[in-house]
């Protein structure tokens, strides 16, 4: 049998404030770039290594800050997307990409069926199997959770300048997704918001909503941060009070319903 991480790899999961009181918990699925050493660097140079390609810029750190003020559990996996990008089934070309928006990932490319079963085994199933557990003993305990997923996309994709700044995501259930963008264009608009950009469902991007929230009947969102406005602790802090408000009123809403 292959076996992919080994122990100075650790965990392919990290819990954050597990017994958090508040209603939601936050999924970052592409916190981090760290590659397995097994892996080495897949065949990539080190600027792609640390591009957007192989995590979400920010979206960890925003995350740990929402974690913080909205007192909400946080579970993110420590592996780039690149060894495994937990947002996709394992069915899913994009699971273990060959190509990502202009970078080919050599490390990626003809696979051998044990080395693909690793990466499912070993950094996919510990991670879905983590959030599973959690939001089924939150069930069982009588309080469901809300589902938030945290990324950050990229401001120019194949060359072209994106416009919009924060995406509110849903896939079938749009229950918590239409709240918080009634809440984000009332009034004085902080930010350009938009429904289901700059993906939406049929990019494949809403793997976790609908195994976590959908299926679990639970509220879900999935949030996208143009990364350029959370480079940096300042940008981050604002981000964080951003959503917080947001959120807040989201859920809030959710449950006078
Ligand atoms: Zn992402």
């Known amino acids: 049998m292959t076996r992919l991480l080994t122990d100075t790899d650790g965990e392919p999961v990290a819990i954050e404030n597990a017994a958090a009181k508040g209603d939601i918990v936050l999924v970052c699925e592409h916190a981090s770039r760290r590659v397995p050493e097994r892996l080495g660097s897949l065949g990539l140079s080190q600027q792609a290594l640390e591009s957007h390609i192989a995590w979400d ?10 974690s913080r003020k909205l007192d909400a559990a946080l579970i993110y996996q420590r ?4 060894a495994y ?17 202009v970078y080919e990932v050599p490390g990626n490319r003809d696979m051998a069926g044990d080395e693909r079963q690793a990466r499912v085994d070993e950094i996919y199933l510990p991670f879905h199997d983590a959030i599973s557990r959690f939001v089924t003993e939150r069930k069982d305990n009588g ?3 809300v589902v938030v997923t945290m990324h950050s996309f990229t401001p120019i994709y194949f060359g072209k300048p994106r416009s919009v700044e ?3 995501l849903h896939d079938a259930d749009s229950r918590l997704a239409d709240q918080m963008l009634t809440f984000a264009t009332r009034g004085k608009v902080a930010y350009d918001i ?5 993906y939406g469902p049929a990019d494949g991007v809403t793997h976790s909503l609908i195994e976590y929230g959908v299926h679990n009947g639970l509220a879900n969102v999935m949030i996208e941060i143009r990364n350029d406005l959370i480079r940096n ?5 604002v981000m964080a009070d951003y959503l ?5 009123k989201g859920v809030a809403a959710l449950s006078a319903q």
């Not at 938009?194 to 700059?198: M, S, V, Y």
């Not at 602790?233 to 802090?237: A, F, L, S, T, V």
């Open 57 to 66: 810029p920010g979206a960890l750190a925003v995350a740990e800050l929402l």
């Open 79 to 82: 592996f780039s997307r690149l």
């Open 85 to 101: 990008d937990c947002n996709r089934p394992p069915e899913a070309e994009g699971a273990m990409p060959v190509v990502s928006e």
């Open 143 to 145: 309080r469901p959770p």
């Open 166 to 168: 924060v995406g509110i």
């Open 194 to 198: 938009r429904r289901n950009e700059p």
């Open 233 to 237: 602790e300042i940008g981050q802090r």
């Open 244 to 248: 917080e408000g947001l959120l807040s």
